[in-house]
């Protein structure tokens, strides 16, 4: 116990918590990853993520048992269905509050998560549900065996964080995002139609949000409860990564599994809790976040 | 004249509650009340939301479960061990919290809470799953005060209410207080006038750490036992809820809110799973409705009422 010595770790054991690390920081990057980029376009901390994340993941399991949709279906099928929720709650709800406070943003998603939750939790109950993995069997690496569908994972959502940063840096509709985020108004003044982009933003984390759900539904089990803690964990991330740069979440999130995955080898019950420390660790070193520059 | 009245009829009532409500109800909804008025302490008067309050109130709990009932302590000695464990958890968290600010800090205290909660569900002295069960209510004042009937530690429970709001009302009026409310409505000013923000505003945080603990470890007393669930993010989100129904920044409005909150969730036991969404939807409402709170909007109401007559 105590200090961790790699050399009394059997590698299998080693790689196959760093692989779940792996997939652990695959979803907080793609999570932490959709609460910055709508952090920066409507100035609101969606608390309500992990619920999205958590209907992804029951939209797949309903198109697979009620209407025998298979995964790859739902994969496309799931983010545009939540997403389009998300737009309608931006529409109904979250526009009245822009020129508020960002607590307000915070507690009205709070309220939102609550009732979702609530509202799964009481028609389905809080045991999970299984989701048979898409593609089963696996690969002997030699060192370790590799799950297909984990391995899977992780390069999807790589590619997903990849894509999403691409299209914010590198796109013409990425760079009238990054400039309405800077200054609306001036955009504004230039023709363009903010309000629609704030709420096509919102659709698109939320969406995100609901894609690393679906992702997580042949891993985890399918229950009304499975994005409230990781909700709570992302923020840690968001909190040690700051809400800066694009990149900068992602490689916090991986960074993070990672950690975790390797405390889980070392020091098994500090798992839960070495993401926090990092950030108190982090708070106290670079206050403003490993990327974050502004206060 | 008014005023004296309104203090009258409050006192009356505070004093003859027990008869009319069951004591066990009043007791949890003044433990509550003052969690909120902790909570608000810190909001209203410091401009830091803390979403992590569930630490300071659950840790005291244990704290106060854990000396009174393990090591055999007097309750006078546990409340007070109780609220200067939660005191130290809150120069520990704020000191680092408060390095960030706006939502960031209420992301960070969000945060340090959900590690509080797992180390509770971990470390041994918590009872785990189980939480610590069968705290005695022992005798105050060496003997003197036996606290086993309900309508006697009603009283006792009305006391350590009025001292936590006391305590908070005296720290709001003082000087100190003025200069916490400079620092909310502009930091760099008074950061130019020579104040030391950070300095001001930790002492507020660890005072509100304080008083929450105070509250956690009374309803320990009050209900036998302190479980994984005054740890928890869900009663983190309830004393918002709290000060949010009652008004934010207001004084009385917390009380308000605590005595709703502890109602709804008595009167509405019924609904089971469906008291969150309930919940949920007046977080909902008051943020898109009414933000000033009940109190906040029925002096609102009032104060528009007189102005045309």
Not at chain 2, 94 to 105: D, E, K, S, T
Not at chain 2, 215 to 230: C, E, N, Q, R, S
């Amino acid at each position: 116990m105590g200090a961790c010595n790699i050399f009394e770790v059997s590698t299998q054991l080693l790689f196959s918590q760093l692989l779940l690390g792996l997939i652990n920081g695959a979803f907080y990057a793609m999570l932490s990853l959709g609460l910055a980029v709508i952090f920066g376009m409507l100035n609101v901390i969606n608390f309500t993520h992990g619920a999205q994340y958590m209907m992804g993941a029951f939209a797949a399991w309903l198109m697979l048992t009620e209407l025998h949709i298979p995964f790859w279906g739902a994969l496309v099928l799931a983010p545009i269905v939540v997403g389009l929720f998300g737009i309608v709650i931006e529409r109904l709800m979250l526009k009245r509050i822009y020129h508020l406070d960002h607590l307000y943003g915070f507690l009205l998603t709070f309220g939102l998560a609550q009732i979702i939750e609530g509202l799964f939790q009481w028609n389905w109950g809080s045991s999970g549900a299984p989701y048979q993995s898409p593609i089963p069997g696996g690969y002997n690496l030699g060192f370790m065996f590799l799950p297909a569908y984990r391995g899977f994972v992780v390069v999807a959502a790589l590619v997903i964080c990849l894509a999403t940063w691409y299209a914010i840096e590198r796109t013409r509709l990425g760079a009238y995002l990054r400039a309405a985020t800077e200054n609306p108004t001036l955009v504004r003044a230039f023709g363009i139609n903010v309000p629609r982009l704030i709420t096509l933003t919102y659709g698109l984390g939320v969406g995100l949000a609901a894609l690393a759900g679906v992702l997580a539904a042949p891993i985890q089990q399918v229950s009304a409860l499975m994005g409230t803690n990781l909700v709570l964990v992302v923020f840690a991330v968001v909190v040690i990564g700051g809400m800066g740069s694009i990149m900068g979440s992602i490689v916090t999130g991986f960074g993070l599994g990672l950690v975790e995955g390797f405390t889980k080898v070392c020091y098994p019950p500090g798992s839960n809790t070495v993401i926090f420390v990092v950030m108190a660790l982090v708070l106290l070193v670079k206050p403003a976040g490993l990327f974050g520059q502004t206060k | 004249m008014n005023r004296v009245l309104v203090a009258i009829v409050i006192a009356v009532a505070a004093l003859v509650a027990p008869w009319f409500f069951y004591p066990v109800f009043l007791m949890k909804a003044l433990c509550f009340a003052l969690f909120a008025c902790a909570f608000n302490l810190l909001l209203g008067y410091a401009g830091l939301m803390s979403f992590g309050h569930a630490m300071f109130f659950g840790m005291a709990a244990y704290f106060f479960g854990h000396t009174v009932k393990v090591w055999g302590w007097p309750i006078e000695f546990g409340l007070i061990a109780a609220v200067l464990g939660a005191a130290l958890l809150g120069l520990v968290t704020g000191a680092l919290a408060i390095r960030r600010q706006g939502i960031y800090f209420a992301m960070i205290t969000l945060a340090f809470a959900q590690m509080i909660y797992f180390l509770c569900v971990q470390m041994p002295f918590t009872g785990g799953e189980d939480g610590l069960q069968g705290i005695p209510r022992k005798p105050l004042f060496f003997g003197l005060l036996p606290t086993e009937n309900d309508y006697t530690l009603y009283y006792v429970v009305l006391v350590i209410f009025l001292f936590g709001f006391g305590a908070i009302y005296r720290f709001i009026h003082s000087p100190f207080g003025q200069v916490l409310k400079a620092i909310r409505d502009n930091e760099q000013r008074a950061l130019s006038l020579g104040y030391e923000a950070d300095r001001y505003k930790l002492l507020a945080f660890v005072l509100s750490a304080a008083v929450a603990g105070l509250a956690g470890a009374t309803k320990a007393m009050v209900v036998h036992f302190a479980t994984l669930t005054d740890v928890a993010a869900s009663t983190s989100g309830e004393v918002v809820l709290m000060a949010l129904i009652g008004g934010l920044g207001t004084i009385t409005g917390p009380v308000v809110g605590g005595f709703v909150l502890v109602a709804m969730q008595d009167y509405l036991a019924f609904v089971g799973q469906l008291v969150l969404v309930i919940q949920g939807a007046i977080f909902v409402v008051i943020v898109l409705g009414a933000r000033r709170g009940l109190v906040g909007e029925l002096s609102a109401w009032w104060k528009a009422r007189r102005r045309p007559g």
